[in-house]
C-alpha cells in the first residue's frame, strides 16, 4: 500500500533528484570510479531524504490530528 502522501512526495523529490542529477552530470569528467562513486552517495542521499520527508509529513498528521 503507497503512502497517503506518496504523490506529494515524488513532486518534492523530483527538484531534489534534478538538482542531484545535475551536480552528477558535471562531475563525470572526474573518471569512471569518481562519477560511479558520485551516483551511489547521490542515489543513498536521496532514498534518506524521501524516508526523512515521510517522517515528517507523518510527524504533521499525527500532531493535526490531536
Wanted: aromatic share 6%; glycine share 4%.
Amino acid at each position: 500500500m503507497a503512502h497517503p502522501s506518496k504523490d506529494g512526495v515524488d513532486k518534492f523529490m523530483d527538484h531534489i533528484k534534478k538538482a542531484v542529477n545535475l551536480r552528477a552530470e558535471a562531475e563525470l569528467s572526474l573518471g569512471s570510479y569518481a562519477a560511479n562513486k558520485l551516483r551511489e552517495e547521490s542515489k543513498d542521499a536521496l532514498r534518506d531524504a524521501e524516508y526523512m520527508v515521510y517522517e515528517l509529513i507523518d510527524g504533521a498528521v499525527e500532531r493535526s490530528n490531536e
